[in-house]
């Protein structure tokens, strides 16, 4: 169950939908965007990620894939499939380039190649035309969209016949022209020209009856007509009943190739579904490049464990501006599902919760999603957002009365395989009141084991994660001695709203602001500065922490290779004192045999 109706208005796949039909080629591979679903499978989800990285595969070894506009031929595949119909000589057209590009997809899936690449070649299993096909469509129709002489012996003849009549009429024409001209009965610019497809000589009014023939047309001004000279008639005559010989021999070559056609519509509808997937696959895998994404590992539970993920439509929105997206570390198993995130607003916690949507729902859509490649992901069988104004003029509801309805919707289908994700958890209405309700929801979600996000600003929402099990607190972090949002999420501890803070960065009146610190207690404003404080302190140790075991660890590196080396020189030393010494007693043994002799 996926809801509500516009979840992915939302969260944002609407455009990723639509940078994925940028990408296709063909209206079929658009198709199989609209048609994309969540899906709660894993073994379809693995076999659709497959089908990415062998994409991946052959674009980065540089195989040729054929990237062209499929031509849709669905329907006519489907009128042709009709005993007594004809394709059309558009439809031959635009079937042969296609038919080209598939009869390399075929071959390709064929080869051993393709091996490499096993959940594309099994989309093509099934799949095999009759290869006449292939060679006959190519002799029956040119580059240009015509049908050649070669087609038919009967055709070639038939227009050998056109072309020669043609040839004479126009000989006679021009000679006719040229007397007419000598004669004073046209122009002397004048050319021959066509009127109701046949050859006619531009006369002057005057002398109409000079020239014996039929009068076709006149100009707009009367003072010319247009006739064809009485001789050249009846050639004429023949080459329109030569014409429609030629259209019913062309017509008899349509004719043939459909039958030879309509054994395999079958399988040409196979093979086109077949090409309109391929381009959707391809344009999944140009996203993937795109959005610099991965195909991590994938477990059949709800869990999370997400290294460096990153929202990709706000990632391109700040690359274009020069700036750097903060990617999310997210950790949620079966005994921390629900995390609940404080801080300040514009702090990245609405932020946090669309990209976790987006990218859980982009992986249960078959795309490869935005992160590093060690991350684990979990599948869900539901996912739920609340999130944006809910108001509803028509049926007189309220913002939070649309929430309450939500929150209902949620608690009636809920389970441990649902994904939920809320933003501002409990507002709308009485501070302390929507922090009960919100509150008791948040219970009995845990209740029933169901995974979520949620954010808010209620602090009794924060204290959940110290008295239940499965509910673990996350906090954007704030530097306050700058006073700007870090855009980091640390789970383990509750944020603060820094509402002061942000408050006095903007030049609000400084006695407004001590007011109502005396209103709310000075003590609970600096607990959470100092707790804020704190964990920006514990983020920068932890930093210095792994310079200082970065520095430790060469250190010993280079304390040990000095005690190798002074070993090593030990070990020399010691072995040219033993030479020497050997070398120095065989001298004297030497110098006192010569004595002794």
């Known amino acids: 169950m996926i809801y509500p109706k516009d979840f992915e208005n939302k969260i944002g796949f609407k455009s990723v939908k639509n940078r994925l039909t940028e990408l296709c080629i063909s209206e079929m591979g658009k198709e199989f965007v609209e048609k994309m679903r969540f899906c709660p499978d894993i073994n379809k989800i693995k076999t659709r990620l497959s089908q990415i990285e062998d994409f991946l595969s052959l674009l980065q070894n540089g195989v040729p894939f054929p990237v062209r506009d499929y031509n849709d031929l669905r329907e006519d595949f489907h009128l042709l499939s009709i005993e007594g119909t004809v394709i059309s000589v558009e439809s031959l057209f635009a079937l042969k380039p296609t038919l080209t590009a598939l009869s390399y997809v075929l071959n390709f899936f064929k080869s051993e190649a393709s091996d490499k690449v096993e959940s594309l070649k099994a989309l093509a299993e099934g799949i095999d035309i009759d290869r006449h096909i292939f060679s ?96 050249i008639f009846d050639t004429n005559n023949e080459i329109r009943e030569l014409e429609y010989a030629e259209r019913r ?210 602090a009794n929402l924060k204290l959940l994660a110290d008295n239940h099990k499965g509910i673990v607190n996350g906090a954007m972090l704030f530097d306050t001695r700058y006073l700007q949002p870090l855009y980091v999420m640390m789970t383990g501890k509750p944020g603060s709203s820094f509402a002061f803070e942000i408050a006095r960065k903007i030049g609000f009146p400084e006695e407004i602001l001590n007011s109502a610190a005396d209103i709310g207690g000075k003590g609970q404003l600096n607990f959470d500065q100092q707790l804020q404080q704190l964990e920006i302190e514990k983020k920068e140790v932890r930093k210095k922490e792994y310079e200082l075991k970065v520095a430790d660890d060469l250190l010993n590196e280079v304390v040990t290779k000095y005690k190798n080396l002074l070993s090593d020189l030990e070990k020399k030393k010691n072995t040219l004192l033993k030479e020497a010494n050997k070398e120095a007693q065989s001298l004297i043994d030497k110098a006192n045999a010569k004595i002794e002799r």
Request: proline fraction near 4%; hydrophobic fraction near 40%.
């Open 136 to 231: 006959e469509i190519t002799r029956l129709i040119d580059d240009k969209g015509e049908i050649p002489d070669s087609a038919s012996a009967d055709l070639a003849e038939i227009r050998r016949e056109i072309r020669r009549k043609q040839s004479s009429i126009d000989r006679r024409m021009r000679k006719i022209l040229t007397e007419a001209k000598a004669a004073g009965w046209t122009d002397s610019s004048a050319e021959l020209t066509i009127r109701d497809g046949r050859p006619v000589i531009p006369v002057k009014a005057a002398d109409k009856r000079a020239l014996r023939g039929f009068i076709h047309d006149e100009s707009a001004t009367g003072q010319t007509v247009y006739i064809e000279p009485a001789e």
């Open 249 to 458: 021999e062309i017509n008899k070559i349509l004719l043939a190739f459909t039958q030879l056609l309509r054994p395999e519509l079958p399988n040409l509808i196979k093979a086109w579904n077949l090409l309109g997937l391929l381009d959707f696959i391809r344009a999944k895998s140009l996203l993937s490049n795109e959005y610099k994404c991965v195909v991590p590992e994938i477990t059949d539970e709800p869990t999370f464990l997400w290294r460096q993920a990153r929202h990709p439509l706000l990632e391109q929105k700040l690359k274009s501006q020069n700036k750097h997206i903060t990617p999310l570390d997210l950790s949620l198993d079966k005994d921390n599902r629900i995390l609940v995130i404080s801080g300040p607003n514009a702090g990245g916690k609405s932020v946090c919760l669309k990209t976790i949507g987006l990218v859980q729902y982009m992986l249960q859509c078959g795309l490869a999603v935005p992160m590093e490649i060690d991350s684990r992901c979990g599948i869900f069988h539901d996912m739920f957002i609340d999130i944006g104004d809910s108001q509803s003029l028509e049926n007189d509801l309220s913002t939070y009365s649309s929430h309450l309805i939500n929150m209902k919707e949620l608690l009636s289908h809920a389970n441990k395989r649902t994904l939920f994700l809320i933003d501002e958890f409990g507002t709308g209405t009485e501070p302390q009141l929507g922090g009960a309700i919100a509150e008791a929801i948040l219970l009995k979600l845990n209740e029933k084991k169901s995974f979520g996000v949620v954010t808010t600003h209620y």
